[in-house]
């Protein structure tokens, strides 16, 4: 069996159910009631059966602390407050998706369900273990389901490591993800570039993204070829090499470079 899991924050101490129920209905064409296999449901839970997945919804009055959770909410460069809402919340939901198929598939369920529980009054940030997301960026990420993508920057996180190369006065930045592990694939690192950072994550992501929604494994000194924009904005097949190597950035012993 496969799982995925996360947390989402709360602001005040209420599990919105009959909400979170509508969001599923509303959002995603999801209907959950008593009818539902396996469907299950509690003062603090709810817990049901939806294309062979168990999943679950349980709701905890009281605060979330989590040192590995701050330390995410510091990394994440799109989350200005995330640190602080991570510090301030009162209470929080579990989500829990185990089931027995692709890891794309539970991730995009689980996708649906933390939108759904996301798109509350009291809810603040999604807390996953490769990142913490502020909710109206998660569900609007969600929605690229709705066009039958991936919504890949809800997947994985791309990270960053800066230094100046003081011989040529130039920043040197290399790229590394986070989240790849969740899917049996090793994360992916760029390694000392001199690109812009923009460029560095979008390559990362677009890499990410069909790596994911492929299931491929790659092999040493095999080449991949993805769109990107040159120096004068034009869109050009650009192709790199990708090599399992001993990780540098990465908490893995090994990870995939790109080249």
Known sequence: MKAFGGFVLLDMSTFEKNEILFNLRNM?????????????????????????????ILYSEKKLKDEWMINRARMNYNFENAVQVCQSNVAYITIGVTVDSRYVDLAILFNKIASACLNTNNARAIYCSHNVIEKSEYIRESYYLKNNYLPIENLIYIGFIQRKDEVNHKIITSAYSLGMKFFDKCELEI????????????RMLNIAYYI???????????????????????????????????????NSTYSLKIK
Request: charged share 35%.
């Open 191 to 202: 390694v000392e570039s001199s690109e812009d950072i923009e460029k560095l994550r979008n």
């Open 212 to 250: 994911i929604d492929n299931d491929i494994l790659f092999t040493d000194e095999e080449t991949i070829t993805i769109s990107e924009k040159d120096e004068n904005g034009n869109v050009i097949p650009t192709k790199y090499t990708i090599n399992q190597e001993k990780a540098v950035n990465v």
């Open 28 to 56: 995603w064409k999801i209907n959950i009631n008593a009818d539902t296999k396996n469907y299950k449901e509690t003062e603090n839970m709810i817990r049901f059966e939806f294309e062979n997945a168990d999943c679950v």
